[in-house]
Structures are given as C-alpha cells and as structure tokens.
C-alpha cells in the first residue's frame, strides 16, 4: 500500500470558529452585524416558486451578475470576474498568475492564507516585514519578484495605505501581476479599481462576504484587465465550470442594487468601530488605526491570550494569532453598538 | 510589460449550450426533466425568514451534510467529503493525489474534463483505448501508474461495467489512488462504494446534479477511506475554507430525506431511455446501452453533426462532441416522456 507517496501533503488554513452555542457575542471571523439589503429576502421568497430551475446548471458566464457588477464599479464587463468568495478568487489567481520560478512577494503580517496558496501550488515565496508601526515598506516591493499580493487594508493590522503607494508599487512592476486584496475596503479603504485602467497587470480582488453581509453566500469579485480577466477565466473553467449556484446569482445582483442599504450598514460599522476604539484606548489598550470592520488591539494589563481566554468564559469570540509579531493583540470583529457595548463592559468589570 | 510570461495558460473545458430563448428542449447537458423533492422548496421558503443568517460564514467542515450523507450511503462520517459540484471535487481529488511523475491513465472516451485537469495541474497522463464496443480493457489499468481515473457509467457512452471489474482495477493498483466517477449511477449503474470499505486508496465521487435534480444548486460528493477523506480536506481547506454556501446545505439535506421521490424520478427517467432507446433503433440508429440520464446513438441516414444541426433549428438541444472517436454519435439526455415523444416524432417528420 504505497499510494500515499504520491499525495499531495499541505498544512491548510485554520479559519475561526463557529460557535454552536446560542447567546454568543461573535466577533471573530469579521461578518457583518447587520442581514443583507432587505431585497435579498424578498428574492428568496420569489426563488422557492421557481425552485424546479435548480434542477437546470446555472450560467457558467454568470453574466447577470458580471453585468450588475460592471455596472456597480463602472468598468467594462470583460473587466470583472466572479467566484466562491474572495478565498476562492484569490486561490484561483495565485495559480494563473503566479507560475514562475521567482518568489512571489507578500508582507510577514498579513492575510494567513497567502503562504498557504504558495504552499499548495508550489510557489516559491517570500515574506517581506513590515516595519515598527505595522506599515508596508514600498521599496520592499521594487525587486525581482514573480508576483506580489498586497491587502489593503491589511489584516489583522487594519491599516490602509493610500492608492498613491500602491501605485507606486504597481508601477515599478511590469513583469509582475501585483493583486491587491481588498476584502475590507468598504469601510474606509481608497480602492485601487480606478488603476486598473492603466496598469494591466493589477488584479483588485473584494468580497460579499464582509460589507454586503454575505459570507454566507460565498461571492467574491476580481476586476483587472480585459487580458488578465481572461486568463483567471480559463483556469476558472478549467477547474469546474459553474460555481456559483442560481440562486446565489440572483441574491448578490440584489445586494449591488440597494446601495442606501449598503451605505447605512458601512457607515454604521465605522461609527461603531471609533467608539470601540476609543473605549479600548481609555481601557489603556494599543489600537491600530483601522480602516476595517475589525480593531487589532494590544491589551494593558494582560496578555492577549488570557484576554482572548476571559472572553471565551463570558461567550464572547475575538480572534488570537499565535504567531510572533501579532501574538501580543486581539483582532475583535466590530458587531452591533450593543455588543461593543458589551465587549468594553465585560472588559471593564474584568479589571475592578 | 513582460507579465504574461508567468500566466499559466490552458484550454478549458467547453460545457453544453445554455439557451435563453423560451420553449426549447433541452436534452444536451443530461440535467434531470423533474423538480428537485418538494422538501427542497418548503426549505426555502422557511429559509427565507432566516435570510439575516446569510451575514454568517457557514460551518467550514457543512457536518450537517456530511452527517445526513454518511446516513444515506451507511458509511461513518468521516468516509465522506463535500464539494461545489462533482468536478470541485474531481479536480481536488486529482490535485491531492495524483502527485508524481508517473502517468495517470484513464480510457481515451470518457468525461472531456480529465484531460483537462491533468494539463492544468501538470499531471501527466496517458489514455487507455476503448474497444470496439467502448468498453474498457481491464489489463490497460494493469500496469505501472501515478493514479487512474474512471468514469462508471462512462460518459458520454452510458456504459457501465460490473463492480467486479472495477474491484480487479483497484485491487492490482494499491500503490495508485483509483478515482470512480459515479455522476450517473444512480440511473442503473453498481456503485463502488461498498468497495471502500475494503481499499484504502479507492475514492467514489457522486453528484447532487443529475439523479438529484440540483445541478443549478452545485453539490457534489466524494466517499473513501478516513485517510483518504483527510488528505482531501487538507487540500480542501488550503483553497477555500468555505465552499458550500449556507441555503445550498440545507436544501441538500432535504433531497437526502425524500427517497421515495428521488426513486420515482430515476425510475421514471430509466423508463423514458428505455423507450427512448426503442425509438431510435426502429429508427435505424445504433444506441449503445446506458446505465445513465442519456444515450449515446448513431444516426442512420444522416451524419450526427447534420441531426444535431437539425434539431437545433426545431429548438431540441443535444450534444455532438467532434472528437474522432466519437463524432458520429449524439449524446441525448433524457427528458420527460412528453419531450422524448416530440423528439422522436420530429426526427421522424425529417424521414418522412
């Protein structure tokens, strides 16, 4: 019995947990507090009186979808690309564009799944460290590479450059594809679609999953260049044809169409954010500056880990890296007013 | 701008027609003629109060499927993984396991996808001959190998061979991982499932697209031994922690439930081919035998590409691929006896 030679052995992503229990405060794997725009339930009503089209494919093209994207982002159609949320996109861009020998380039704090796509597709890779306060260096960026991914805003840091640096960074690149990942630009980042005009090897990457309450649902969303688009699809359909299922379709056409909706929950979420921040800073905690529906927080008079460990006891989920340069503080997803209002009491009455 | 250098480049697979005009029949991606089980749309309905629930990343491991799946086959639960349609699955399998420098074989008529696959993750691959009959030579799976795959029922034939055949492939290859694409077994074929318990490196992949009535839904199911099962999870989860989206769990669950329903659709569709079948060779066609939701038949009169053409005019889609082997035949799904009927009577009108 010797098949297992032969396997493929990789160390996969933890992602956070989903508690059962009832009564929890979650605020560990950044879902949004708020359900989906209200036009989303009113299709799924629609939906079941034609649930017998399940047993129809849907479009391979997905091309109601691509089209009301183009139409949200003001791009052409032939820009945008669809898949099973942003992990999935990403996934599928790494092994389209990163095929070379050269070490693709990504920062030492940053999204935990970069360097486990590498690991998977065998791309050689290279973390680049961010300096004292948590920031990309730009000249980091401008050496032989064969691809770079940057997050912006970063996770689990929260920090947002502006759309100059990373231009920059593009600009220096012209052998490379440079994917910005901006799952969390909705709430407060500077987006870099309006570069993907000029530069045709920038891939910008967002979600359903955090601003549009839809993790759920699993869309995610790239806009490039009509070539780079092109290319993502064929490896796309090269690996299964249809992923979005039908009715996901018509749900996240419905989401893009409610933009006051979208806004009200956005601008709620970052109202909520400050003043958790604010809270946390009297408290004596270190919070980055984010543009995110998360905070990266350093605890005063604990360690992260007991902080993380309290919490659990009082039902309440944040999220704790073990690595070395994040160890020391707390990622907490930003829930509604009233669990934040919760989060700093049951802080508070820890430290009486 | 010397980006395009690192591109992996492929040719993807090109799946059936979708047409968008009205009152077509459409016999040419072997979709299921009947409404998933009323379950499904009780579900959705129920579903729809529930929509806030969408804001939420479903569970990463779906245990509620797996669960319910592990019920349906008797197997113990950790025989049993979950992916976005049989090829999610397929194409994780052959990412996973076929891992070497050795070919992998499979016949030289079978699923169009696997070639495909193998190009794009750089697998080699080698296909075996059909015989006269399209029938696999069991000895051609007999020799040295980094993996086999083979598709029972095959397709686009709709032949299907004996468990007992399959069990001399496996049991001459424990040093390989023997994939069996069981997408239409439910339609007549011997599924190997049972075989699993027995060969550690045997993977069974099936589908909730055909048999189930929910390929617009995207399931798609692989059973095999614990070991096996976790070396594709590994995998699984280096791509996408979330692939199944939350609604798409719990419709599934409910098809599972409704056995009754989902036997009279198989018998009904196994009864159509079986008239089906008779039509045509009073036709004159030649219709090779199928344990599937098809048939694969050589016209008489007329080459395959001029009745394809033909129906297309009179709004019946089937599928003619122009591979050299099997470019004299149609593939025709089965559809409800009413939709077989006006197929029949207009091939017969074209006689006249």
Not at 56 to 80: N, R
């Given at each position: 019995?010797?098949?297992?030679?032969?396997?493929?052995?990789?160390?996969?992503?933890?992602?956070?947990?989903?508690?059962?229990?009832e009564?929890?405060?979650?605020?560990?794997?950044?879902?949004?507090?708020?359900?989906?725009?209200?036009?989303?339930?009113?299709?799924?009503?629609?939906?079941?009186?034609?649930?017998?089209?399940l047993?129809?494919?849907?479009?391979?093209?997905?091309?109601d979808?691509?089209?009301?994207?183009?139409?949200?982002?003001?791009?052409?159609?032939?820009?945008?690309?669809?898949?099973v949320g942003?992990?999935?996109?990403?996934?599928?861009?790494?092994?389209?564009?990163?095929?070379?020998?050269?070490?693709?380039?990504f920062?030492?704090?940053?999204?935990?799944?970069?360097?486990?796509?590498?690991?998977?597709?065998?791309?050689?890779?290279?973390?680049?460290?961010?300096?004292?306060?948590?920031?990309?260096?730009?000249e980091?960026?401008?050496?032989?590479?064969g691809?770079?991914?940057i997050?912006?805003?970063?996770?689990?840091?929260?920090?947002?450059?502006?759309?100059?640096?990373?231009e920059?960074?593009?600009?220096?690149?012209?052998?490379?594809?440079?994917?910005?990942?901006?799952?969390?630009?909705?709430?407060g980042?500077?987006?870099?679609?309006?570069?993907?005009?000029?530069?045709?090897?920038?891939l910008v990457?967002?979600?359903?999953?955090?601003?549009?309450?839809?993790?759920?649902?699993?869309?995610?969303?790239?806009i490039?260049?009509?070539?780079?688009?092109a290319?993502?699809?064929?490896?796309?359909?090269?690996?299964?044809?249809?992923t979005?299922?039908?009715?996901?379709?018509e749900?996240?056409v419905?989401?893009?169409?409610?933009?006051?909706?979208?806004?009200?929950c956005?601008?709620r979420?970052?109202?909520?954010?400050?003043?958790?921040?604010?809270?946390l800073?009297?408290?004596?905690?270190?919070?980055?500056?984010?543009?995110?529906?998360?905070?990266?927080a350093?605890?005063?008079?604990?360690?992260?880990?007991?902080?993380?460990?309290?919490?659990?006891?009082?039902?309440?989920?944040?999220?704790?890296?073990?690595?070395?340069?994040?160890?020391?503080?707390?990622?907490?997803s930003?829930?509604?007013?009233?669990?934040m209002?919760?989060?700093?009491?049951?802080?508070?009455?820890?430290?009486?």
């Amino acid at each position: 019995m010797n098949w297992e030679k032969n396997v493929r052995r990789v160390v996969p992503y933890v992602p956070g947990e989903q508690p059962k229990a009832e009564k929890v405060i979650k605020l560990n794997t950044n879902e949004n507090p708020y359900p989906p725009a209200p036009g989303v339930q009113a299709k799924m009503v629609a939906f079941a009186d034609r649930f017998d089209e399940l047993r129809l494919y849907p479009s391979p093209t997905v091309e109601d979808l691509v089209k009301e994207l183009a139409l949200y982002h003001k791009v052409p159609e032939e820009k945008v690309f669809v898949g099973v949320g942003s992990d999935d996109v990403l996934a599928t861009a790494f092994l389209t564009f990163f095929n070379s020998d050269k070490a693709i380039l990504f920062p030492d704090v940053t999204y935990s799944f970069y360097d486990v796509w590498a690991a998977l597709y065998g791309i050689p890779f290279e973390t680049k460290k961010l300096d004292g306060n948590y920031r990309i260096i730009p000249e980091d960026y401008m050496v032989e590479n064969g691809g770079i991914v940057i997050a912006n805003p970063n996770a689990p840091t929260g920090i947002a450059l502006g759309r100059d640096v990373l231009e920059r960074i593009i600009a220096a690149n012209p052998d490379s594809v440079v994917i910005v990942d901006e799952a969390y630009v909705d709430f407060g980042g500077e987006s870099c679609i309006p570069l993907t005009d000029k530069y045709e090897n920038l891939l910008v990457v967002q979600t359903f999953s955090k601003s549009r309450s839809m993790a759920g649902l699993r869309v995610g969303v790239a806009i490039g260049s009509p070539k780079l688009i092109a290319y993502l699809n064929d490896v796309k359909f090269s690996i299964n044809s249809y992923t979005i299922n039908l009715p996901t379709l018509e749900y996240a056409v419905e989401s893009l169409r409610d933009e006051a909706y979208f806004r009200k929950c956005v601008d709620r979420i970052c109202a909520t954010r400050e003043w958790t921040k604010e809270q946390l800073t009297a408290l004596g905690y270190e919070v980055l500056e984010s543009k995110t529906n998360f905070l990266f927080a350093k605890p005063a008079a604990y360690t992260a880990e007991e902080v993380f460990e309290y919490l659990k006891t009082k039902h309440i989920y944040v999220r704790h890296f073990k690595g070395e340069r994040v160890k020391d503080y707390l990622r907490i997803s930003i829930g509604t007013a009233e669990e934040m209002q919760e989060l700093i009491q049951t802080l508070k009455d820890w430290r009486k």
